[in-house]
């Protein structure tokens, strides 16, 4: 008699659902003439001579391994420009290490500081990744509701009411995917206070820090006593348009960077190397393209925002990020039937809110960081379908 097939996938990945993001853009795929403001990329062209670094690198045979942390040189460069944009000092020789991307950048982080059973507070709605990250280190995810009254940023209150014995790790990723939410330097002194009241640790992810489009972006990293008790989180794709490219970066203090290159070395080894060179050209210069992709999409933005609100979709101003998330619960619709009829009757993608946690239920990620021709006919469907839905409820 032949023995039942065993399950060999382990538990805690089982219990992982699929990303929501993924899942819209596999279906976009399929549909050509569809309209994405789904997948948070943007939609210009990595500048050109990032590209010809690239390709130069190529060129000159550039092709080995480098050293676990990263290219030296790509280090001091980061640790110059930390410095200037963030004001914190980085040693490049042992406080800064090279990823692939800032998604390999935060688990590295989770795996080399998490016990099992030790508690990750972080505020939702929030990037998909980060409870299955903190799943997938055998810890514990606790979040913490941001709503839009407060522009979806996270209180002090709101933290310190989460911690309990096991509160280990406090993560932290402003502006805020997919809220665009922003924290001012007095509500980030809030929460330093608490994070040294109760010993806690700070990863902060600030990968959409220059797309902030209103007041200064703040690293909790440069408040007073906090460069010793935070991971700085940071990367290439969004600024610089280089998702493709698949390079971020960790900063913290020498025995946490230690720890994670560990981790590093025996899983990844190190980013590519031609990745690597284009992100040297990138910082060193980098010229005015950074701050020119800012202006479009501060302009799409304003743009969006009021056609949301004019259709009836209350959608706050985000300071900071390319998305958009407008409430659609007037419509009685969940976020996951407005999303797919959405994109089955007007071809337009967006990503539903429950995607990024229980507090984006009845809300809607709508990227920016395409055309401007294409966003204005994006919510000429959307009203478009705005309007059908409730005629429906209305029983018209």
């Not at 309990?164 to 924290?183: A, I």
């Not at 701050?291 to 009836?312: C, D, P, S, T, W």
Request: net charge neutral; aromatic share 8%; hydrophobic share 45%.
């Amino acid at each position: 008699m032949s023995k039942k097939p065993r399950n060999f996938v382990a538990d805690h990945v089982a219990g992982i659902p699929r990303s929501g993001i993924r899942d819209f853009f596999d279906v976009v795929q399929r549909m050509p003439d569809a309209i994405s403001l789904g997948v948070g990329e943007p939609d210009f062209v990595t500048p050109w001579h990032i590209r010809e670094a690239a390709i130069y690198a190529l060129e000159q045979g550039r092709t080995q391994y480098t050293a676990n942390l990263g290219l030296l040189r790509l280090r001091q460069s980061i640790s110059t420009y930390v410095a200037e944009k963030f004001g914190v000092t980085y040693d490049p020789a042992s406080q800064i290490l090279v990823t692939v991307g800032v998604s390999e950048a935060l688990d590295l982080a989770l795996r080399a500081v998490l016990n099992p059973g030790d508690e990750v507070i972080y505020h939702e709605p929030c990037y998909v990744s980060y409870a299955p990250s903190v799943v997938l280190a055998h810890a514990k995810p606790v979040p913490v509701s941001c709503r839009p009254e407060n522009g979806f940023a996270v209180t002090a209150q709101a933290i310190e009411a989460a911690i309990t014995p096991r509160s280990k790790v406090l993560m932290l990723s402003f502006p805020t995917n997919p809220t665009g939410g922003t924290m001012t330097r007095g509500e980030l002194l809030e929460i330093a206070a608490v994070v040294e009241r109760h010993n806690l640790l700070v990863l902060t992810d600030e990968i959409y820090s220059e797309l902030t489009f209103e007041g200064e972006h703040v690293s909790i990293a440069s408040l007073p006593g906090m460069v010793g008790r935070t991971i700085f989180l940071h990367g290439f794709s969004k600024a610089f348009a280089m998702t493709g490219f698949r390079i971020g970066y960790a900063c913290g203090p020498a025995e946490l960077i230690e720890a994670m290159m560990k981790v590093h070395q025996y899983a990844i080894m190190c980013a590519s190397i031609i990745a690597q060179e284009a992100a040297i050209e990138a910082l060193e210069r980098g010229g005015t393209a950074a701050a020119e992709m800012r202006g479009q999409y501060h302009l799409r933005r304003n743009y969006i925002v009021k056609a949301l609100n004019g259709m009836g979709l209350a959608c706050h101003l985000p300071r900071g990020s390319f998305y958009a998330f407008p409430d659609i619960r007037s419509t009685g619709l969940s976020s996951r039937d407005f999303a797919v009829r959405l994109l089955q009757e007007e071809k337009v993608a967006a990503v539903p809110g429950g995607a990024f946690g229980p507090s984006g239920e009845g809300f809607l990620r709508m990227c920016f960081a395409t055309g401007f021709d294409r966003i204005q006919t994006a919510m000429e469907r959307t009203a478009r379908f705005v309007d059908r839905v409730r005629r429906e409820k209305a029983g018209e």
